[in-house]
């Protein structure tokens, strides 16, 4: 009986914990929305990729990265909705989803770091 005590107070404090980090994660709420209207068969949107996931890697969860593949007929209201001209668009949100930032065209890396910073963020690397 005691055995079975022992193990169920084990699982319930390891249920706890990680019901703990869940809200933890739920609660985290990023600095910055990086919207990425494109395609997928575009290639200066192709080259946007690795710089989007880069993004991520180096901000964590300061930064949330999105794409919308607007050739896409389940994705294309995007367009719409945020007003595109030309592909690759890359649309900047603040914390309370108000638009600060908006590029055309291919964004380099180092241009976006640049922006994010110019936002309070810090790469979690010293990069």
């Given at each position: 009986m005691m055995t079975w005590v022992c193990v169920l107070m084990f699982f319930t404090s390891a249920l706890a914990k990680d019901i703990q980090v869940k809200s933890?994660?739920?609660?985290?709420?990023?600095?910055?929305?990086?919207v990425e209207l494109g395609s997928k068969s575009c290639i200066p949107c192709r080259l946007m990729q690795p710089v989007m996931l880069s993004v991520e890697r180096r901000f964590g969860t300061q930064v949330k990265v999105i794409f919308y593949d607007v050739s896409s007929s389940e994705q294309s209201r995007y367009a719409d909705l945020y007003s595109i001209r030309l592909i690759p668009t890359q649309v900047f949100l603040n914390n309370a989803g108000k638009e600060f930032f908006r590029h055309e065209g291919f964004y380099s890396e180092a241009e976006i770091t640049k922006l994010l910073k110019s936002q309070g963020l810090k790469p979690l690397n010293n990069n």
């Open positions: 933890l994660t739920s609660i985290i709420k990023p600095q910055v929305t990086f």
